[in-house]
């Protein structure tokens, strides 16, 4: 099996990761979605 040059390429997980997740976060604005990212996250939205 030979890899499709056209596909994207993603970065490696870290070594103590085993999976990925995305979360989609939506809401009106003002409701805290920012707040949100910033009290879970270890990086600054």
């Known amino acids: 099996m030979t890899a ?3 596909a994207p390429t993603r ?6 990761a ?5 979360i989609v976060i939506v809401g009106g604005f003002g409701v ?3 707040t949100l ?4 996250s270890e990086m600054r939205p």
């Open 37 to 40: 990212v910033g009290s879970v």
């Open 32 to 34: 805290g979605k920012t």
């Open 18 to 22: 085993s999976q990925a997740l995305k």
């Open 11 to 16: 970065p490696p997980l870290a070594r103590t």
């Open 4 to 6: 499709d040059a056209t």
